[in-house]
């Protein structure tokens, strides 16, 4: 039960550790037991367990000790127009882990039109060089054609990645059209990828976008009324169509309203295999702030798509979230400075889009889901972390407390409380979108590859000692429900005799709009009849019809028969 | 007569010409008791005429009567030799959508004059003794396509064999598809449409225009056509890619166009771009029978693109309407929507209703290929009673036929390829039995509701209402006497269309027209068809129709969005670099920072926005690629606005 990197593994050796006297919980139950980790994996779970001399020993008195969470939608030290977001590995990594995440996933967007692999290799090394936790990346698809599907099939092969994003939205730059949706999902399906989208209608964003501009609305309003949740919801729609038809996966990255997690929920009912990630915004906030006065409180609430102006928005989608409707939580945590954001000041759409998250990601769902009684510890386990896991193809390595797994735990403090703001966070950004928010629950103390990286409230992290984590394709969860399907669906022609019937003459024209120039017009084929067999009723002559004049028909005047000659 | 002849002229421009001098003669072969006694006695009793509680609708009513004893003798004759009939249908229950009522009607210059009980009427009128039977408004069969060609073929069922189809089961009047093709005038096309159609109708039409591409010449030409050609509808294609498909940005501004025209919008729903991968897949696999027709057209392609097109109807504002509702999980997305609140019609066929897509599978490639429509038939067996029962429940409103009548040798032209099939069944004629016969009968809709989906609701959305789709003073007299005991088994044998199948082939139909008046005169009695080609008017409809419109005005009103009063914004502002936003990688790749920004004008002194502050790692440096304009003493003042 070795899970071991090829990384790093040096630095990490010969840390010992137990934590006494803690309730574990894992997504499936929860028991007292001692751990004891070696090596940065768990080695020894138990009562009474006999350890080495000398190691470094942790009391939780009874309190939860859950497996680290995995924030499986992150944009660290995204480029955009020519800067990136404030939060690079480093600082974004220490967020997740004060949070009590001990892995991210980070989204990898090559520019349309370059290449796959090296913007694949220009992530990694931003991240091995900065990643305090361990890591792992999903590359974004932002155009399609062969030489990608030759890069796509590469990194899944040998670059550790399994899960591919593409976008419905953001029209002439990163969205797809439905024809190379289909064939990428056509593609995914058939290697063993998932396939995450962003759901939003491009093309009447789009037109709605240039209205609100002629109306004269430019601030941030404009961002939510441009991409009112019904886009969202028909995105949704219309990929959970294009994956059963594929017989592809889909993970359904940033619920954010109502409509599109009824859309999920409604889709797994019928039988897709379909994942929905709520975010921390979309669980912890609404979208009554883009009518802020305040137009950079305004402004940083921009994402995509939008947060819901409906207020019980958070509160139903912790509902879905509990009920196990939607799958996993992610921070979409992509923060950019105020000034950054008034790139956008006198037009909407010109506002860099992200909000923060990555740092409040579990308390949020424990404060707004866990302590209102909508969800059992487990859950929480489930949808922070082991989930995650699950569809990565990661488990029972991350997202599981066990012999054997990676030891990335944390000792969660169910009755901490404390108070969100922007001064006292770990975010780069200058504001954050959960200001003021009381939350209870919070890592008492986080344990990442192994060591102790917060405790007492002070944070011992190491820029470059997070690990790249490959991640293989066909994951059980995922594809065993899809397998058993493709078995299934093989299609089949139906045997028949050759139609020998008569056939009407047509001129080959208007079919794919261009009228081709040699439209055959003289009768030149007589079909061969056979009048024996017949297997097909016809229309007595009870009443002559009037024929029109401009009519060819092959039919004898005496009645038609034999159609076919299977009967 | 004279009084009556303003009432004609809201006929529209074809009918102006038209004298039928035969129809009397015609008319009088008929076996109809002419029940001459019976009328004089009730002739001459015009106190009691005067004084008879009635409908005032209509304003001749009001008129005293203008025949006396002797001058209805001559009027008789006149009337023998010029257009009209009259007609008194006795004894019947009068099924309006909204109740029932027993009544005689009395009808005259093909408007209903009078209906209640004890009419008085003039004399030589023809009496048809309802015997306690339905009289309901005729059938408004929404969609038809009789002159749609395909490949340079004309369908078999032209306007007069189908709309002889439609009288014969109780259709009075049908909207027809103008299906111009791609590069064609809008025009020029509805003329060549009306043109052939006034020349062959039997019955009342009117016609929807068929949309193939979008481009700004088409505005000038639906404007035309809404205000001074009587057309309020319009069909868009979201399937057959590369023919008249339309993407969501074109759809999205024909809806808006059509929507302040006052038009409704009719929808083709189908996923087309997943169509054609499917198609090229499945054609792939080496499947090409009719069966690939289903297997390449999933019911799912369906739903999705109804909730697409109720998606960009709710953001535009505008009425949809779905035409060929042919699955149960497109007409459940029409049903979610319409409790959301949208404005959406959905348009079951009687395909859809009475029969459904396992036939695809038959060995018999020519049975199998009359089945071919789109949306196909769902292969699923429940679908035809999941949609009978929206229908009832109000969520369905409307049943057109989708007739559309090629023959088995024009449906030959796929024989090898089923993507060549050309689409469209049959069903004009055997529409208002079925649903009479799965719905009615079967206990899942009363006979008002059925009124309502065969006729009325048609008349409404479409603008016809309430001249046509009800019985009632003043409105055109398009009656059925419905007997709902009527058996009848389809066959290919018996029917009107020229057609040498039927979808129907086999099945028993309960409840079926006994007699059916067009334009006041009798087209079909106890099995025998009189019609006579031409006899059609084409039937004007004006745009903003109330059941769909009215709602959308008001929503209009509600939703005027305004924008946040704020200050200006008047803190740092990155500096973009003038890189083009969407990258067709530039090759002159900006690689130095030589840019120099303009330092922000800074007002420090209103500051109302929360800055982190102290950071755990201020002590490491920021990464050099990082370009703030913010001064590193903090930034303040984001907005002068509190």
């Not at chain 1, 768990?42 to 367990?49: E, F, P, R, S, W």
């Not at chain 2, 008929?30 to 609708?57: A, F, S």
């Not at chain 2, 035309?224 to 050609?229: F, I, P, R």
């Not at chain 2, 890189?579 to 130095?592: E, G």
Request: overall charge neutral.
């Amino acid at each position: 039960m070795s899970y071991q990197g090829k990384k790093n593994i040096p630095k990490i050796t010969s840390e010992r550790l137990l934590i006494k006297g803690g309730r574990i919980v894992n997504d499936d139950q929860s028991f007292y037991a001692d751990i004891y980790m070696e090596d940065g994996v768990i080695k020894q779970i138990g009562d009474n367990l006999i350890v080495p001399g000398g190691v470094k020993t942790i009391e939780a008195d009874g309190k939860m000790v859950i497996p680290g969470g995995i924030d499986i939608h992150t944009h660290l030290q995204m480029p955009f127009r020519g800067t990136s977001t404030v939060d690079d590995f480093s600082q974004g990594t220490k967020a997740a882990l004060a949070g009590g995440t001990t892995m991210i996933v980070d989204h990898v967007i090559p520019e349309p039109g370059s290449s796959l692999l090296e913007a694949f290799e220009r992530w990694r090394e931003w991240a091995d060089e900065k990643a305090c936790c361990d890591y792992a990346l999903h590359v974004d698809i932002t155009h399609w054609n062969d030489s990608v599907r030759q890069e796509v099939l590469s990194l899944i092969k040998e670059k550790g990645v399994n899960s591919f994003q593409v976008y419905m939205a953001f029209k002439d730059l990163y969205q797809l059209s439905n024809s190379e949706i289909y064939e990428i999902f056509t593609f995914l399906g058939e290697h063993g990828g998932i396939a995450q989208v962003h759901a939003e209608n491009g093309e009447i964003i789009a037109e709605e976008q240039a209205r609100m501009l002629e109306m004269g609305i430019t601030g941030p309003e404009g961002h939510v009324l441009s991409r009112p949740e019904e886009l969202e919801a028909e995105a949704v729609f219309r990929a959970v169509t294009i994956a059963s038809q594929t017989n592809c996966p889909l993970y359904v990255t940033r619920v954010m309203s109502k409509s599109a997690a009824d859309i999920i929920s409604q889709a797994r009912k019928k039988g897709n295999v379909v994942f929905g990630e709520p975010i921390t915004a979309s669980l912890g906030t609404d979208g009554t702030h883009y009518w802020s006065k305040n137009w950079a409180k305004a402004a940083s609430f921009v994402t995509s798509p939008p947060l819901s102006p409906d207020p019980t928005t958070p509160d139903y989608l912790n509902t879905l979230l509990a009920s196990g409707d939607l799958s996993v939580v992610g921070s979409a945590h992509c923060t950019f400075s105020v000034a950054q954001k008034a790139i956008g000041k006198d037009d909407f759409t010109q506002i860099p889009e992200g909000v923060n998250g990555a740092e409040e990601r579990m308390s949020v769902i424990w404060d707004k889901a866990v302590v209102t009684g909508k969800m059992d510890e487990n859950m929480f386990v489930a949808v922070t972390s082991t989930n995650a896991a699950k569809i990565l193809n990661l488990y029972p390595r991350k997202g599981r407390i066990a012999v054997g797994s990676d030891s990335d735990l944390v000792i969660w403090d169910t009755d901490a409380v404390r108070t969100i703001t922007a001064k006292t966070h770990h975010s780069a950004a200058e504001y954050n979108v959960f200001e003021g928010m009381e939350l209870r629950g919070a890592p008492m103390l986080v344990v990442c590859q192994g060591k102790i990286v917060l405790e007492d409230g002070n944070l011992h992290a190491t820029a470059g000692t997070g690990r790249f984590i490959p991640c293989s394709p066909f994951p059980d969860f995922a594809y065993k429900r899809v397998k058993a399907r493709k078995q299934m669906a093989i299609l089949k022609a139906v045997p028949r005799g050759m139609y020998d019937g008569p056939v009407s003459e047509f001129s080959p024209m208007s079919r794919g709009g261009t009228p081709s120039a040699s439209a055959r017009t003289s009768p030149t084929k007589a079909p061969v009849r056979n009048l024996h067999q017949s297997g097909f009723t016809l229309s007595g002559p009870e009443e002559a019809p009037i024929r029109a004049a401009g009519r060819r028909t092959f039919m004898p005047p005496g009645g038609r028969s034999n159609i076919t000659s299977l009967s | 007569m004279g009084i009556l002849k303003p009432m004609r002229s809201a006929a529209g421009p074809s009918s102006a010409p038209r004298v039928r001098e035969t129809t009397g003669v015609r008319v009088s072969k008929l076996r109809i008791r002419l029940k001459r006694n019976v009328v004089i006695k009730t002739t001459g009793r015009r106190d009691v005429w005067d004084g008879l509680p009635r409908e005032k609708e209509h304003p001749a009513f009001d008129e005293p009567h203008p025949f006396t004893e002797c001058e209805a003798e001559t009027v008789q004759k006149a009337l023998l030799s010029v257009v009209n009939e009259r007609l008194v249908i006795k004894g019947g229950r009068v099924v309006n959508d909204d109740q029932s009522q027993y009544a005689d009607v009395y009808v005259e210059d093909g408007i209903i004059k009078q209906v209640g009980e004890n009419l008085i009427v003039p004399g030589g009128v023809k009496v048809i003794e309802a015997n306690g039977c339905m009289v309901i408004p005729g059938g408004i069969d929404v969609n038809t396509c009789l002159h749609k060609p395909y490949l340079g073929t004309p369908p078999v069922d032209d306007f007069y064999q189908g709309t002889k189809a439609a009288l014969a089961g109780g259709t009075t009047m049908i909207i027809d598809h103008v299906t111009p093709q791609p590069g064609e005038s809008l025009l020029e096309a509805f003329e060549k449409w009306q043109e052939v159609a006034d020349k062959k109708s039997c019955c009342d039409y009117s016609l929807h225009l068929d949309i193939p591409h979008w481009h700004e010449g088409v505005k000038e030409e639906l404007e035309q056509l809404v205000q001074e050609k009587g057309i309020n509808s319009f069909q868009v294609y979201m399937a057959y890619k590369g023919l008249f498909q339309m993407p969501d940005s074109q759809l999205y501004e024909a809806f808006s166009f059509l929507k302040e025209l006052g038009a409704v919008v009719l929808v083709h729903a189908e996923n087309g771009d997943l169509i054609a991968q499917e198609q090229s897949k499945i054609l792939g696999m080496g499947i090409t029978g009719p069966e690939g027709h289903p297997l390449s057209r999933p019911e799912e392609l369906e739903a999705e693109a109804v909730f697409r097109a109720i998606t960009l109807g709710n953001r535009v504002n505008c009425p949809v309407y779905i035409t060929k509702v042919m699955s149960k999980s497109a007409a459940d997305t029409v049903a979610t929507a319409r409790k959301k609140g949208s404005v959406v019609f959905g348009e079951p066929i009687t395909a859809s209703l009475a029969t459904d897509g396992s036939h695809y599978w038959s060995k018999n490639w020519a049975k199998a290929a009359a089945y071919v429509t789109s949306p196909p038939l769902s292969p699923d067996p429940t679908t035809p009673d999941h949609l009978h029962s929206l229908l009832s429940c109000g969520d369905l409103q409307v049943v057109g036929s989708g007739h559309c009548a090629y023959s088995t040798s024009q449906k030959a032209i796929g024989k090898d390829n089923f993507t060549l099939i050309p689409e469209g069944t049959n069903g004009v004629e055997e529409r208002m039995g079925f649903v009479w016969d799965k719905a009615v009968a079967m206990g899942k809709m009363d006979e008002n509701q059925f009124v309502a989906v065969t006729s009325t609701n048609a008349a409404k959305i479409f603008n016809l209402y309430p001249r046509k789709g009800r019985i009632a003073v003043g409105s055109d007299a398009d009656i059925v006497i419905w007997d709902p005991d009527k058996i009848k088994t389809i066959t290919a044998k018996a029917q009107q269309s020229a057609l040498e199948y039927n979808i129907f082939e086999g099945m028993e139909c309960h409840g079926g027209p006994v007699y059916v008046v067009s334009q006041g005169r009798i087209v079909f009695e106890e099995g025998n068809l009189q019609v006579q080609q031409g006899t059609g008017r084409f039937i004007s409809r004006k745009p903003f129709p109330d059941v769909a419109y009215q709602r959308i005005k008001y929503r209009n009103k509600m939703m005027c969005k305004q924008g946040v009063s704020r200050g200006m914004y008047d803190g740092p502002v990155y500096d973009v670099p003038a890189t083009p936003k969407y990258i067709t990688p530039a090759p002159s790749a900006k690689t130095s920072p030589t840019t120099h920004q303009p330092p922000p004008i800074r007002n420090l002194h209103q500051s109302n926005f929360s800055l982190s502050g102290a950071q755990i790692d201020d002590n490491i440096p920021r990464r050099s690629g990082h370009r703030i304009v913010a001064p590193p003493g903090g930034r303040s003042n984001i907005t002068s606005l509190g």
